[in-house]
């Protein structure tokens, strides 16, 4: 993905210039200067795979690194919800004792209430003793009404209705012992439930249950605990992970700027050579890019001269994004004039060779408005992958393969790169450039791609 051509003989005033030719070498001096540029193609080529991998290696480890940030971030979520685990063990703790204390307070009341009942108890029992007395006494007193005969008669009546009186009374009474008898026993019961005592197996129901809630309560807490001091040994661990994974980038960034001293020196390889005037395997692919640039230049100045666009048109740099697509694309105002221009000179670039992969025009942002028919299909809704790969016109492409091609102004480049076919598809190909003009001015470049 490097630009493999640096003339020093600098910008040519037309993009119709193509290799020089000179005087023709001896056949030795030629098969020397043809392995060169063998040697340097290959060079070229092992040092784009090599950048390639490297530029792998760095977004793997990037991605990894994004990772680890990302499990760092969560680390700290859980650490904060285990501080706030602590904190609610805490207030649970408190709570329970401040039942417990609740309870211990009840169970007082439930003795007095124990007494209260008690003296209820033996306050009917006296009532039912003073009934007996006295429907003993009413029963002697019928007795002696009725020996008195009809003067006593009056009295026998009172006599009776006093111990009828008196054996409600006594029934009464003794309902009154029988109920609280029996409350005495619940409220027992409900005072050894919540009866403190020393040791915890005596411990009445409600306190065990109480003791049961604070044994997993602590345990909860214990489990926050431990698991709080494991976070903070991961995010230990993890801070070393980042740095080594920072110095693993450094690393990278070191050997990607080596591996383009590789690809400098290959393309130096091949600028001597390109001097000599010697045909090379890349020589009919850079004359070609020559002259589709040239003829493309033609076509634009003709549109420009003709009034069929405005120059302020033609060099349009609003882009304007179109709606829902994925890849992104973009809009100028020239694009209907490139789809009715440049497929008859990009098209035919492609029957160059076999080998040849695409032929386009991209304009000095490498904003590619036309690609060929084949990489021009409408896009499939959610099918980025697809797009990806058919739909490559009306694109931004700011690597650096295309903007180098983009704004070249020499009278050719040549590069060496890896280029994504979609779908993980990558292939190491050359792409010979050449620019494109306009009335003097540089409108892009023509970028034709060939295979090995």
């Given amino acids: 993905m490097l630009q493999l051509f640096k ?89 329970v004792e401040r039942a417990r204390a609740a309870v211990e307070q009840v169970g007082a009341e439930v003795g007095g209430i124990v007494d209260t009942l008690r003296q209820v108890a033996d306050a009917a029992s006296q009532i039912t003793q003073i009934a007996l007395q006295t429907r003993l006494v009413a029963f002697n007193a019928s007795v002696e009404a009725k020996r008195a005969g009809e003067a006593g008669r009056g009295f026998a009546v009172v006599a009776d209705a006093v111990k009828d009186l008196s054996a409600q009374v006594e029934a009464s009474s003794k309902a009154i012992m029988g109920t609280v008898a029996d409350l005495d026993a619940r409220v027992g019961v409900l005072a050894k439930e919540i009866q403190l005592r020393e040791g915890r197996g005596q411990q009445g129901g409600f306190h065990r249950a109480l003791a049961e809630v604070q044994d997993g309560v602590s345990h909860i807490a214990d489990a926050a605990a431990r698991s709080r001091a494991t976070c903070d040994g991961l995010t230990s661990q993890m801070a070393g992970i980042q740095r080594e994974m ?77 709606q829902g697509s994925d890849p992104q694309q973009h809009l100028t105002r020239y694009n209907e004039l490139t789809d009715r221009l440049f497929p008859q000179v990009q098209e035919r670039m492609l029957a160059l060779s076999t080998k040849v992969v695409y032929c386009i025009a991209v304009d000095r942002n490498g904003y590619i408005p036309t690609h060929n028919r084949q990489y021009c299909q409408p896009q499939r809704p959610n099918d980025p992958v697809w797009n990806f790969a058919h739909s490559r016109h009306r694109r931004l492409f700011t690597d650096r393969t295309c903007l180098a091609a983009a704004r070249n102004t020499r009278p050719f480049l040549l590069q060496t790169y890896r280029r994504d076919m979609g779908g993980g598809n990558l292939i190491v190909m050359k792409e010979a450039a050449a620019p494109i003009t306009v009335n003097g001015r540089h409108w892009g470049g023509m970028r034709l791609a060939f295979q090995f």
Avoid at 21 to 47: K, T, W
Avoid at 269 to 292: F, H, K, L, N, S
Avoid at 303 to 321: C, H
């Fill in 7 to 95: 003339s020093k003989r600098g910008p040519l005033s037309r993009p119709e210039a193509v290799v020089p030719a000179v005087a023709a070498p001896a056949p030795d001096l030629r098969r020397a200067i043809q392995g060169i540029a063998e040697a340097a193609s290959r060079l070229g080529r092992d040092a784009a795979e090599v950048r390639g991998l490297i530029d792998d290696t760095g977004r793997l480890n990037q991605q990894q690194a994004q990772a680890v940030e990302a499990l760092g971030t969560q680390l700290e979520e859980v650490q904060r919800a285990q501080g706030g685990i602590g904190a609610t063990t805490t207030e649970s703790l408190q709570a």
């Fill in 246 to 322: 920072q110095r693993a980038t450094d690393a990278l960034g070191q050997a990607n700027s080596r591996s383009e001293a590789f690809l400098k020196v290959s393309e130096n390889m091949i600028e001597v050579v390109a001097g000599c005037g010697i045909d090379t395997e890349d020589t009919p692919y850079i004359r070609g890019a020559q002259e589709a640039a040239a003829q493309i230049s033609k076509l634009l100045e003709d549109a420009v001269r003709t009034g069929t666009i405005g120059e302020a048109e033609l060099f349009d740099e609003q882009y304007r994004p179109v």
